[in-house]
């Protein structure tokens, strides 16, 4: 998965208000101060997220919380949590009004803690169709955001190793949260004028694996793990974990 994509975190959802052939194009649009959202062990089990609405229309909006399953994997799943008795992740107000050019706080609430392997959440804030006060017909163009949110264990570690095969690395995470490796380095000594960046990276999850190629056999490889609020350089050498 790529990684630059994830941080862009938005879903481009289209939903068109047609009112006829020649029409004036409307963006509800709203901007985010959070995109990806930590609950650490012993912090408080909330965080806001302000939302505000640049545009001179009102914004109505719609807030949806997905569970996702087997993130990172092709099976990847984002189950939409309706029923009362199984919300881990409370997102409150569920609709908002917000006037133009004014903000809105959503508090996201997390109600249990994962006892093994961290939860990880996908909160929508969807517009939906309001008043249209325009003197022509017009097309309004309604576009979904999202919030990428992590419940972590009471004891959150990840633990990346690597197994050469060639001219491939293959990155496993046994640990129970997920680290983010960004800033590689392929390098052929010891000297860092040897270090070439490798534009890879990616979001590991905990017991998920990842692949990458590699401009050569010989050498070793560097990369930053990143964990939400640290980043610590690991160097990976062939058949050294």
Known sequence: MDYSTVMRNIIFTLLAVLISTTATTLNASMLLDKVIVYFDPGQAPRQDIIIR??????????????????????????????????????????????????????????????????????????PVIGDIHVTQTA?????????????????????????????????????????????????????????TPMEESTRLYAGQSWELELPDSKGYVRYGLFDGEFEKLKTFQPNVK
């Open 139 to 195: 097309i309004k163009l309604l576009i979904a955001y999202q919030t990428l949110v992590f419940i972590r264990p009471v004891h959150p570690a990840y633990d990346v190793t690597a197994d050469w095969k060639g001219k491939k690395i293959v990155f496993s995470n046994k640990g129970n949260i997920n680290a983010v490796l960004r800033n590689g380095q392929f390098c052929t000594s010891k000297k860092d004028e040897s270090c």
């Open 53 to 126: 609405n640049p545009d001179p229309e009102t914004l109505y909006l719609q807030t949806e919380v997905y569970n996702v399953v087997n993130p990172g994997r092709e099976n990847e799943e984002r189950v939409r949590i309706t029923d009362p008795d199984k919300l881990k992740l409370l997102a409150t107000p569920r609709k908002a009004v917000i006037p133009a050019n004014g903000r809105k706080t959503i508090r996201l609430v997390s109600l249990e803690a994962p006892s093994k392997t961290e939860e990880v959440y996908r909160v929508t804030f969807r």
